[in-house]
């Protein structure tokens, strides 16, 4: 669990070898497994015994995952999703009841966005919003009802950076379960259970894949939580492939360097865009000008791979900076090797009015980079032709 072990327990934790002893960890496709004799299959239904039964509950593949995540969050164990979002919307559902609140930042991922404004509320859980420059007012949207303290950090699109240690002393104080999507920084940059944390969950589909091939979630937390999870995910079915499992788990074992590249690659556009002169203001946590740039340097090992700025001149500039953009992706992922840029007004947040949109820090300019791997002159040339 240790900050040293990190690549180590990345590359090195391995399901056990099978008889024909192979290096790397073999794809366990089954969807079931056997048992021994009538005593094996009653035991092993009565969990008197650890052992995979059928893969929607646990799989060799999904197991090793899981374990390196929970190593890399320094959490005691987790389950592994299908997407990122059935992790959100899995343990929200296995932690509350009918009834209960959730105190959230107002800037979360769009699809969690709509679980707590369109689904949630049709099961009786309404949820509370701070914005993340008053993060100070947080305690006062707690209710006696209030079960679940949520959070982003850096945020999407804007890039804000929360203050974790202070969410973890408001959720110890009010007993709340502390829950952070830790999907832009990963576990390399930024550990939220050493800052009070009780639950990490992820979209494995961005750097932990990295590569842009397959959707994943896992959720990491303390045994008991982890295990009510585990009992509605194995009932309702949001389980990982074991063909997913084992790509995500191959790309751990990189996650380290390719995140250290990103970050350098990002900084290094950050400070391109900083100097020029049809961009109005850069966001980067690692750039001094970052508001939360203090508590960034506090919380996070490196400045991570996305980058927002706004271009002078509004919608109409964002949409023609991306229209003249030749080598950089237009694409809705992000963390991938191939550098993506998006314009968040006239895409992912246009359905949002204006007064909505500049509450979550989206300008009418704000474009968004999710910095890749390509050598970084042709990823700052091609931002640099299309600004002109
Ligand atoms: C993409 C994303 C999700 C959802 O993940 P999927 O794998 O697409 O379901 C959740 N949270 C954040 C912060 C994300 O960027």
């Not at 089954?30 to 650890?50: G, L, N, P, T």
Request: hydrophobic content about 40%; aromatic content about 10%.
């Amino acid at each position: 669990m240790s900050e040293n072990n990190f690549e180590t327990d990345a590359i090195r934790t391995q399901i056990n070898r099978s008889e024909y002893l192979e290096h790397s960890a073999p794809i366990y496709l089954s969807s079931s497994f056997v048992f021994e004799d009538a005593e094996d299959m009653r035991a092993s239904f009565a969990e008197e015994k650890e052992r995979n039964l059928y893969s929607r509950f646990t799989n060799p593949n999904t197991s090793e995952f899981v374990e390196k995540i929970c190593k890399m969050e320094g959490a005691e164990a987790g389950y592994a999703f299908a997407t990122g979002m059935s992790a959100v919307f899995s343990t929200f559902a296995a932690l509350l009841n009918s009834g209960d609140h959730i105190v959230s930042a107002r800037s979360v991922f769009g699809s969690t966005h709509s679980l707590f404004t369109k689904f949630l509320p049709k099961w009786n859980i309404e949820t509370s919003y701070f914005k993340v420059d008053e993060v100070a007012t947080v305690e006062e949207l707690i209710q006696p009802n209030t079960k679940i303290l949520f959070a982003e950090t850096p945020t999407n699109p804007a890039v804000d950076v929360l203050d974790l240690e202070f969410l973890g002393e408001v959720a110890k104080k009010h007993n709340l379960i502390l829950i952070i999507d830790n999907c832009f920084a990963t576990p390399y940059l930024q550990k939220p259970i050493d800052f009070g944390a009780h639950i990490v969950v992820h979209s494995a589909t961005k750097l932990i894949d990295g590569q842009g091939r397959v959707l994943g979630g896992v959720t990491v937390g303390p045994a008991d939580l982890i295990r009510e999870i585990y009992l509605f995910s194995r009932n309702t079915g949001p389980a990982l492939s074991p063909f997913n499992a084992w790509v995500l788990s191959k790309s751990l074992e990189t996650l380290a360097v390719r995140v250290d590249r990103h970050c350098e690659n990002a900084l290094k556009v950050a400070e391109f865009l900083e100097s020029h002169p049809q961009v109005n203001f850069v966001k980067y946590p690692f750039l001094k000008s970052h508001p939360q740039y203090e508590i960034a340097k506090k919380q996070m090992k490196k400045g991570g791979s996305i980058v927002a700025f706004e271009v002078k001149g509004g919608v109409e500039a964002g949409r023609k900076f991306l229209n003249a953009i030749k080598m950089c992706s237009l694409s809705a992922n992000l963390g991938d090797t191939r550098t993506i840029v998006t314009h968040p007004a006239s895409t992912t947040h246009s359905k949002l009015s204006e007064e909505d949109r500049m509450q979550v820090g989206i300008s009418d300019g704000l474009v968004r980079v999710s910095v890749g791997l390509e050598t970084v002159e042709d990823i700052i040339a091609d931002l640099k032709q299309a600004l002109a």
